[in-house]
């Protein structure tokens, strides 16, 4: 593990190379606006968009003020933007409260009686509750949390698994004034302490256990063993989900139930002034050790509120469902925050997409009439990998946008994506974005941007994105390099928690004048965006530097394969050789025939300068718990035969030690 976590992350970059890079894949497929959909939609035509677009950064300050505009202020704000990289502030003056904008504006208007939280258990139960109903919970919460002395700026660590009372937690949160902390319900003990420590937390909020294919995860008993490390906690609240026995501490532990049936059903929103701290949330830990990103209550919201009704081209009879937990930046922005300030309801499952059986998600989407649909390319490539048999049989048809974040998806998923569960009516909007940028950044606003497999296509409204050299030089388009934002956006991270130096030398000193988090990128000649992969994941094969996507998506778009990862190891002759890691669809074998038959469909699809001059069958890739590919650990693997490197975030430990046996 690097003892400076500074170093590690997003600055792995090769010194004294111009940092362009070579692009190998040529997709041609283009999907223009559904005409129906564009009909209804928030933007109809790709001219408004453009004109929308250039709006938005010749005159930001107009355009963010009015999308401010469309939220409730306690106090209108005196300057929309004030200074820029790397401390922009953005509505300065303003006071607002984002719980107040997610929940009352709506409970106490037209959507009263609409459901705002529609949640199904694991073992089938659901619940419904509806924007007057939430004002009611998240009031009751907040109560109890200032009961127990939580004040304004205070932090609270929250670790529970997908229920009401984790968005409800939140908004609690976010109606106080205190600062919250969403540890991952899947992390390990340490990864609380870690996190708790690091901020300081005075209260902990969990759950009994939660369940997660077909067994129970105890996350009140990891709290016990975490909270022997953690000296600042004073109290923690436990939600009871299951029932299931727990050890309750005398003094310090408190039943969510109990607090909450003392509580007063009315609590104020704290008037937040719009620069003041929201959450910390930290970074899934793809590259290194995760930062923990602080965001702000004004830009934030406004960011997160515009993206929702753009992106998602939200309206009051959607069934939205975001598959991603709460515990990710994808769960904050885009199943709590965005959503609920767009009165939306928002569906919530608690378990696995495969449990009881491989077809649970589309049983969700049947059941609720699901109408917008976000996920992530991991889970479409296990979809595909499960087989059509478990989609087949659902009807589907109340789909009708369907979206995907987290990694650069392969055109060929996507194509899947697009036939098999779109029953190719519904456009897919290819959101890219980070911890970081807090909204999405460059992703199609679906009645007006034609969409091509495999590219996020166009920026979202005042993001202004560029791929560069590290001269901050553009690139001719067609080429690859860096991907950086020029100018400063209201939802964009304003620190990393105690270190602000960090923050800046992260991400502000790579490129001069411009914010970078890491990853490649190539623009083709109508603009669109394609992500190429990271830039600490660049191959460099004999002076040419390839990207990961490419090659791995030329990899998937083989019948028999269901997913790849490729990684570099040092290699005498041509500097960087390339080792594949490849799972199979079912039914498939591997073999030795099938290995070479690979390696060759790589160099015809692409190129044989990408061809793999290792590749190995693999059950499993190692990925964060958010589902990401790790290859870092699968570099250092091919390069050393073993993995030193942080593994806090590795899903599954089991399949590095796969991985090291060199399983077949
Ligand atoms: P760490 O920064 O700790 O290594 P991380 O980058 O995986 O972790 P996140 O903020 O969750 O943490 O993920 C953002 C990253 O995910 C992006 O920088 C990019 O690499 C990738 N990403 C997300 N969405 C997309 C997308 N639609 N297309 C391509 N890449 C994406
Ligand atoms: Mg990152």
């Not at 939430?134 to 929250?158: M, P, T, Y």
């Not at 709590?336 to 309801?345: D, E, F, N, R, S």
């Not at 994105?465 to 690139?475: C, P």
Request: charged share 25%; hydrophobic share 40%.
């Amino acid at each position: 593990m690097s003892p400076d976590p500074i170093a590690e992350g997003v600055l792995m970059v090769d010194a004294g190379t111009t940092q362009n890079f070579s692009s190998l894949l040529r997709e041609n497929r283009v999907f223009a606006p559904n005409a129906e959909f564009a009909a209804k939609a928030h933007v109809k035509s790709e001219a408004e968009y453009e004109a929308m677009y250039r709006k938005s950064v010749e005159e930001p300050e107009a355009f963010w003020g009015e999308a401010a505009g469309e939220l409730e202020w306690f106090e209108p704000w005196e300057t929309v933007l004030e200074g820029t990289f790397p401390e922009p502030k953005w509505f300065v003056g303003g006071k607002l409260n984002l719980s107040h904008n997610c929940v009352d504006r709506h409970a106490l208007g037209a959507r009263r009686d609409a459901v705002a939280l529609l949640w199904e258990g694991e073992p089938g139960e659901i619940r419904k509750i509806t924007y007057g109903e939430l004002l009611v919970e998240v009031q009751k919460f907040a109560n109890v949390l200032k009961g127990l002395g939580v004040q304004r700026g205070d932090r609270v660590a929250i670790y529970m698994g997908m229920c009401p009372e984790l968005a409800i937690a939140l908004l609690a949160c976010a109606r106080i004034g205190a600062i919250h902390s969403v540890v991952f319900g899947g992390f390990a003990a340490h990864a609380i302490s870690d996190r708790v420590n690091d901020s300081g937390c005075v209260v902990v909020l969990t759950q009994d256990t939660s369940h997660r294919r077909g067994s129970e995860i105890r996350l009140k008993a990891i709290v016990d063993e975490a909270m022997e490390k953690c000296s600042t906690v004073r109290n923690v609240v436990v939600f009871q989900r299951s029932g299931s026995p727990v050890n309750m501490v005398p003094g310090r532990d408190l039943w969510w139930h109990e607090e909450i049936a003392k509580a007063s059903a009315t609590c104020e929103p704290e008037w937040m002034d719009a620069e003041d701290p929201l959450f910390i949330l930290y970074t899934s830990g793809t590259t290194g050790k995760p930062k923990g990103l602080v965001h702000t209550t004004g830009g934030y919201s406004v960011g997160t509120y515009l993206t929702t009704k753009y992106v998602f081209d939200l309206r009051d009879e959607d069934v939205y469902w975001c598959t991603a937990d709460i515990g990710w930046i994808t769960g904050h922005s885009y199943v709590v925050y965005g959503p609920l300030q767009c009165g939306a309801t928002v569906l919530l499952y608690e378990g696995a997409p495969n449990w009881p059986e491989n077809d649970r998600f589309w049983k969700i989407v049947d059941a609720h009439k699901v109408s917008v649909f976000y996920t992530a390319p991991t889970a479409i490539r296990a979809f595909i990998k499960w087989g059509d048999q478990y989609v087949k049989g659902h009807s589907l048809d109340s789909l009708r946008l369907l979206g995907t974040v987290g990694e650069p998806i392969n055109p060929e998923a996507w194509m899947w994506f697009y036939q098999e569960i779109g029953k190719e009516r519904c456009p897919i909007v290819d959101t890219y974005w980070q911890t970081e940028t807090g909204m999405h950044m460059i992703a199609p606003v679906p009645g007006a941007v034609a969409t091509k497999p495999g590219s996020a296509t166009k920026p979202f409204f005042g993001v202004v994105a560029e791929v560069v050299t590290k001269e901050g030089e553009l690139v001719p388009l067609g080429q690859g390099g860096l991907l950086v934002v020029r100018k400063p956006w209201p939802a964009m991270a304003r620190t990393i928690y105690g270190d602000h130096a960090r923050f800046v030398e992260a991400y502000f000193s790579e490129v001069p004048g411009s914010y970078f988090a890491g990853d490649g990128a190539r623009r083709d000649e109508d603009g669109y965006f394609w992500l190429m992969g990271r830039v600490d994941d660049v191959i460099n094969v004999s002076g040419h530097r390839l990207g990961t996507m490419e090659i791995e998506s030329a990899l998937v778009a083989h019948a028999k394969v269901a997913e790849a990862a490729v990684v570099g190891r040092p290699d005498e002759m041509k500097g960087q050789a390339i080792a594949a890691f490849v799972t199979l669809e079912e039914g498939n074998e591997p073999s030795e025939a099938l290995k070479q038959e690979l390696r060759q469909w790589v160099a015809k699809e692409i190129g044989a300068l990408a061809r793999p001059d290792d590749l190995r069958f693999t059950q499993m890739l190692p990925k964060t718990r958010s589902g990401k590919i790790m290859r870092r650990l699968l570099r250092e693997l091919a390069t050393t035969g073993t993995v030193s490197g942080d593994t806090t975030t590795l899903e599954d430990f089991g399949v590095l030690a796969k991985l090291k046996d060199g399983e077949e």
